[in-house]
């Protein structure tokens, strides 16, 4: 989610002391790898909120075009490769993140928190401070940019 | 009465929704009845499936990290 190796290091290191602080907090029913992961996050997201880097690029430039009569500009193609022997691929799974990365923040966080972390649109919505709506529609368009950005490289032909 | 059929742009639109079964039966109908005739979105309905699954794939990427020393320290600053 973050972009630098010292990003990443200053976020694990100010969820880590968050944690400890809050440790009198703990609800022992919760799962503690569960609650310590959801605080760096929390740290990330923080940390993504505070610095105000390039405009957002337009997620509008990745998404697919329709004509009028509802059909797409360019057709979809199959990309023919099975998910599960996509997965084996190192090389693949190394382009997705890269990919990730160059979502527009915003559209990027929901996607790695629903998609990636698995959170649900509630928790997602609440750890946003965002609808419920609007972290849906964020989600999809996110989905379709990434699809849209890896489609020239596992499409067909 | 024959329902309309739905297009692309109005399937592609609502797919979240379809692949997380949120649609009630009427609408799914819609969807399955346009994905018989349209191998577009077919298309787009299996890369869109495949593209959650690679970045779901992502989450057992991340790699353990040594604790390093200072933040040992901060930590046991930040008990104090």
Redesign the interface.
Same mark, same amino acid.
């Given at each position: 989610m973050l972009d630098s190796e010292e990003d990443a %290091?200053d976020a @694990?290191?100010d969820a880590? *002391?968050a944690a400890?602080?809050a440790l009198g907090d703990f609800e022992a029913t919760a799962r503690l790898s569960t609650w310590l992961h959801r605080i760096v996050i929390n740290a990330s997201l923080m940390k993504l909120r505070r610095r105000r880097r390039k405009p957002e690029e337009e997620i509008e430039l990745y998404l /697919?075009r329709?004509v009028e009569?509802?059909?797409?500009v360019e /057709?979809? *193609?199959?990309?023919p490769e099975p998910?599960d022997a996509? =997965?084996e691929r190192e090389e @693949? +799974?190394s382009l *997705? +993140?890269a990919t990730?990365e160059r979502l527009p923040e915003s559209y990027r966080v929901v =996607?790695v928190l629903r998609? @990636?972390?698995?959170l649900s649109t509630e928790e997602t919505a609440a750890m946003l401070g965002a609808s419920p709506n609007a972290v849906?529609i964020r =989600?999809?368009r996110a %989905?379709?940019a990434? +699809?849209g950005l890896?489609?020239p490289h596992? +499409?067909a032909g | 009465m024959e329902r309309a059929y739905i297009t692309c742009r109005e399937l592609i639109d609502f797919i979240a929704d379809y692949v997380a079964g949120e649609l009630d039966a009427a609408a799914r109908d819609d969807f399955e009845r346009h994905l018989a005739v349209c191998p577009s979105c077919r298309a787009y309905l299996d890369s869109y499936r495949k593209t959650m699954a690679l970045t779901r794939a992502l989450a057992s990427d991340e790699p353990a990290e040594d604790v390093p020393e200072e933040l040992v320290r901060r930590i046991l600053d930040g008990r104090r």
């Amino acid at each position: 989610m973050l972009d630098s190796e010292e990003d990443a %290091r200053d976020a @694990l290191q100010d969820a880590f *002391v968050a944690a400890f602080r809050a440790l009198g907090d703990f609800e022992a029913t919760a799962r503690l790898s569960t609650w310590l992961h959801r605080i760096v996050i929390n740290a990330s997201l923080m940390k993504l909120r505070r610095r105000r880097r390039k405009p957002e690029e337009e997620i509008e430039l990745y998404l /697919p075009r329709f004509v009028e009569d509802g059909h797409q500009v360019e /057709p979809s *193609v199959a990309w023919p490769e099975p998910a599960d022997a996509m =997965l084996e691929r190192e090389e @693949l +799974r190394s382009l *997705v +993140r890269a990919t990730i990365e160059r979502l527009p923040e915003s559209y990027r966080v929901v =996607l790695v928190l629903r998609d @990636l972390e698995e959170l649900s649109t509630e928790e997602t919505a609440a750890m946003l401070g965002a609808s419920p709506n609007a972290v849906k529609i964020r =989600l999809h368009r996110a %989905r379709q940019a990434l +699809r849209g950005l890896l489609d020239p490289h596992l +499409r067909a032909g | 009465m024959e329902r309309a059929y739905i297009t692309c742009r109005e399937l592609i639109d609502f797919i979240a929704d379809y692949v997380a079964g949120e649609l009630d039966a009427a609408a799914r109908d819609d969807f399955e009845r346009h994905l018989a005739v349209c191998p577009s979105c077919r298309a787009y309905l299996d890369s869109y499936r495949k593209t959650m699954a690679l970045t779901r794939a992502l989450a057992s990427d991340e790699p353990a990290e040594d604790v390093p020393e200072e933040l040992v320290r901060r930590i046991l600053d930040g008990r104090r």
